[in-house]
């Protein structure tokens, strides 16, 4: 899943992810490196920083702003 969420964050520029423990993350470009080797991704919330394992990544999805569901 490491390399999914790297290459579908490239390509879409956001990216949401759930870990194994059940914690959402937004990925962006700009805060998000990736370490290769060791396959973890490093999140730098400005105040925080998240370290997680690419086998911990359950599922991914885009989030749409602006898209309006149907009542």
Same mark, same amino acid.
């Given at each position: 899943m490491y390399?999914? !969420?790297k !290459? %579908? #964050?490239k390509t879409v520029g956001e990216l949401m992810i759930k870990t194994a423990d059940g914690v959402e $993350?937004? #990925?962006h470009l700009h805060n998000v490196s $990736? +370490? +290769?080797k060791n396959e973890v991704i490093e999140i730098d919330a400005g =105040?925080? !920083?998240?370290?997680?394992k690419?086998?911990? *990544? *359950?599922y991914c999805w885009i989030h749409k702003v602006g898209v309006? =569901?149907? %009542?």
């Open positions: 390399k999914f !969420t !290459t %579908k #964050l $993350f937004e #990925l $990736f +370490d +290769d =105040s925080e !920083t998240y370290w997680i690419g086998n911990d *990544i *359950i309006e =569901s149907e %009542k």
